[in-house]
């Protein structure tokens, strides 16, 4: 079992920034590829970005490539979202998820790859 927490959600203003930080626990963390999902309100949950274990290989969705950066601090079971340039349509729940890919290159953009999900955490981009 893995137990993933979000934190760093909140309300801020178009153009701003928020960084959401997800730690995990219960399992070798280096074991996991892990990714950023969001979903919003009557929507479904969808992709936004993913990192290889060793920070090496990363994914984005188009809708945010240039804007957020993900990147993991192993030392500390940590994987992180910058998000930057903030616009009202990236308001939603934001998830953390972890798939078990080892030390593998890939990076799962589908929900259904992912093993471990966390509670989620609202962002809220007011215009």
């Known amino acids: 079992q893995v137990q993933l927490v979000e934190s760093g959600g909140g309300l801020v203003q178009a153009g701003g920034s928020l960084r959401l930080s997800c730690a995990a626990s219960g399992q070798t963390f280096n074991d996991y590829t892990m990714g950023w999902f969001r979903q919003a309100p009557g929507k479904e949950r969808e992709f936004v970005a993913a990192?290889?274990?060793?920070?090496?290989?990363?994914a984005y969705a188009d809708s945010v490539k240039g804007r957020f950066t993900i990147s993991r601090d192993n030392a500390k079971n940590t994987v992180y979202l910058q998000m930057n340039s903030l616009k009202p349509e990236d308001t939603a729940v934001y998830y953390c998820?972890?798939?078990?890919?080892?030390?593998?290159?890939?990076?799962?953009?589908?929900?259904?790859?992912?093993?471990?999900w966390g509670q989620g955490t609202q962002v809220t981009v007011s215009s």
């Open positions: 990192i290889t274990w060793s920070g090496s290989n990363t």
């Open positions: 998820a972890a798939a078990k890919y080892g030390r593998s290159w890939r990076v799962p953009t589908v929900p259904t790859l992912y093993n471990y």
